[in-house]
């Protein structure tokens, strides 16, 4: 008797081809979730640029309402007023190692860098400067981080 053997036209993957096609779903993966950790980060830096805005607007408002503005280059400066260090408290605690400076300067940027620095210029603005650690910038005693933000204001 002849046997016919039957020959299948179908046939499966290989190893190879399932290794490839997993590879480039982790790489698809890993581009996901890179992109989402990058939203993340924005999405807080965004958080604090707010947070740093708001509490300027405060303090600009505390100086209108005394009359008298609150010059100072840190936050930990002594004979401050109640509603000051209530305000340098709540700074410390919204913003990771805050730092704050409220001077007279004419020209809070150079080169379109902010800078911590005051000319304490006779009738220049009153400007509040606020700054806050992350990944870009790290805050530290030689002050050459740039603050993120620079409020001038008018008492």
């Known amino acids: 008797m002849n046997k016919r ?11 190879i081809e399932v290794l490839v096609a997993i590879v480039i779903l982790a790489l698809g993966a890993s ?5 989402q950790w990058q ?7 965004s958080a604090f640029q707010t947070s740093a805005t708001q509490f300027a607007v405060e303090l600009a408002e505390l ?9 100072f ?6 004979g401050a007023s109640a509603d000051l260090q209530d305000w340098r408290q709540r700074l410390q605690q919204a913003l990771p190692q805050a730092k704050a400076v409220a001077c007279r300067d004419r020209n809070p940027a150079v080169a379109d860098t902010l ?17 806050w650690s992350s990944q870009q910038m790290t805050l530290n005693s030689s002050d050459t981080a740039p603050p993120g933000i620079v409020l001038a204001t008018e008492i």
Do not use: H, N
């Not at 280059?73 to 002594?78: G, V």
């Open 39 to 45: 939203a993340l980060r924005t999405a807080r830096q």
């Open 5 to 15: 053997r039957k020959t299948s036209t179908q046939r499966g993957f290989t190893l």
């Open 115 to 131: 800078r911590w620095s005051c000319d304490q210029a006779r009738g220049a603005a009153i400007v509040i400067k606020i700054g």
């Open 31 to 35: 581009g996901v979730a890179s992109m």
């Open 63 to 71: 100086m209108r309402a005394r009359r008298s503005p609150y010059l």
């Open 73 to 78: 280059s840190s936050l930990s400066e002594a």
